[in-house]
């Protein structure tokens, strides 16, 4: 007897390729997500999450490169990966003007639904969600992870395999994106394959598996605590007026130490950190003003990947927008 083929992916990805204008969004990107996982994107806004998310739900087409949804190829069979799809956008997607029910009922429409079977699916999706009191109520009265919510129930109206969300906590409150974290977590139990982008290091820290990209590179992947592990011991970081004269101090006095001032700061790794602390402001009195010691973070790695933060890579492009 023949041995059963096995499964195909969620979203197998390989060497994927793209550019704007004839600059560069994409440099050969590859991945691969289970049935059933949460797979996050984390990074800072243009670093090309927008534009592999415009791949993957068929907006656009790579211009190199081969994405399998489910084992259907995203270009050549375009319509076959659609109908295995559910897709949140950051913008919301709602129609503010019409009820809870009415914006799903048109949704179901978008897919052949109809008649009883839809109304069946809408009052189990509401159910489901906890939105059954909010049927007739307008989205436009509703709070934003009610929305969000709301958006979501519309997504897996159809009852799609993958279930692709961008950016889906902004503009939520802490409340909030915990209730979605959990909603997603129940979801992918159940058997949906959950793929998201994000900024947010809570919601990139609750995906079973995640790629760090920046500047069109996937810098890093893997589960988010085998990610912080490899940085390696404790974090220390340390601030002062002079940081290069910190780390000159730091190298020539406790060279395996490996110091580097990153942002403004220096920064090392360490087992048993905290150990070094006194040792440190013994050493040298009067240069450092304020030292920390942490367990290492998605930021932290993202720092070691890249050098630099991806908090100031969210800044700077604020910035050059005029949003902050």
């Given at each position: 007897?023949?041995?059963?083929?096995?499964?195909?992916a969620?979203?197998?990805?390989?060497?994927?390729?793209?550019?704007?204008?004839?600059?560069?969004?994409?440099?050969g990107?590859?991945?691969?997500?289970?049935?059933?996982?949460?797979?996050?994107?984390?990074?800072?806004?243009?670093?090309?999450?927008?534009?592999?998310?415009?791949?993957?739900?068929t907006?656009?087409?790579?211009?190199?490169?081969?994405?399998?949804?489910f084992?259907?190829?995203?270009v050549?069979?375009?319509?076959?990966?659609?109908?295995?799809?559910?897709?949140?956008?950051?913008?919301?997607?709602?129609?503010?003007?019409?009820t809870?029910?009415?914006?799903?009922?048109?949704?179901?429409?978008?897919?052949?639904l109809?008649?009883?079977?839809?109304?069946?699916?809408?009052?189990?999706?509401?159910d489901?969600f906890?939105?059954?009191?909010?049927?007739?109520?307008k989205?436009?009265?509703l709070s934003?992870?009610?929305?969000?919510?709301?958006?979501?129930a519309?997504a897996?109206l159809?009852?799609p395999?993958?279930?692709l969300?961008?950016e889906?906590?902004?503009g939520?409150?802490?409340?909030?994106?915990?209730d979605?974290?959990?909603?997603?977590?129940?979801?992918?139990?159940?058997g949906?394959?959950?793929?998201?982008?994000?900024?947010?290091?809570?919601?990139?820290?609750?995906?079973?598996?995640?790629?760090?990209?920046?500047q069109?590179?996937?810098?890093?992947?893997?589960?988010?605590?085998?990610?912080?592990?490899?940085?390696g011991?404790?974090?220390?970081?340390?601030?002062?007026?002079?940081?290069?004269?910190?780390?000159a101090?730091?190298?020539?006095r406790?060279?395996?130490?490996?110091?580097?001032?990153r942002q403004?700061?220096v920064?090392?790794?360490?087992?048993?950190?905290?150990?070094?602390v006194?040792?440190?402001?013994?050493?040298?009195?009067?240069?450092?003003?304020?030292?920390?010691?942490?367990?290492?973070s998605?930021?932290?790695?993202?720092?070691?990947c890249?050098?630099?933060r991806?908090?100031?890579?969210?800044?700077?492009?604020?910035?050059?927008?005029?949003?902050?």
């Open positions: 007897m023949a041995p059963a083929a096995a499964s195909p969620g979203v197998e990805a390989r060497g994927v390729e793209f550019s704007y204008r004839g600059k560069k969004a994409l440099h990107v590859s991945f691969t997500v289970a049935p059933g996982e949460i797979f996050g994107f984390l990074g800072p806004n243009g670093g090309g999450k927008s534009t592999l998310f415009r791949i993957l739900v907006l656009t087409s790579p211009e190199s490169g081969q994405v399998e949804v084992g259907h190829d995203l050549h069979e375009a319509a076959a990966v659609r109908r295995l799809l559910g897709v949140v956008f950051q913008h919301p997607g709602l129609d503010r003007e019409l809870v029910a009415e914006n799903l009922r048109h949704h179901g429409h978008l897919y052949g109809a008649g009883p079977d839809l109304t069946r699916r809408i009052d189990l999706t509401l489901r906890g939105l059954a009191n909010r049927k007739s109520q989205v436009k009265e934003g992870g009610l929305a969000r919510r709301t958006e979501i519309k897996l159809p009852a395999r993958l279930l969300l961008d889906p906590s902004t939520l409150d802490p409340g909030a994106r915990n979605l974290a959990n909603l997603l977590a129940e979801l992918a139990r159940e949906v394959t959950v793929l998201l982008t994000t900024h947010f290091m809570e919601e990139a820290d609750r995906c079973h598996r995640l790629a760090l990209i920046d069109g590179r996937i810098v890093a992947s893997g589960e988010p605590a085998a990610l912080k592990e490899e940085v011991g404790d974090v220390v970081t340390l601030t002062g007026k002079d940081p290069a004269a910190l780390v101090a730091i190298a020539e406790f060279p395996d130490l490996a110091p580097a001032e403004g700061m920064q090392f790794s360490r087992e048993r950190a905290h150990e070094w006194a040792r440190l402001i013994e050493a040298l009195p009067g240069q450092i003003e304020a030292i920390t010691v942490s367990r290492p998605l930021e932290d790695v993202f720092l070691r890249t050098g630099h991806l908090a100031d890579e969210l800044d700077s492009v604020e910035s050059a927008m005029g949003t902050r």
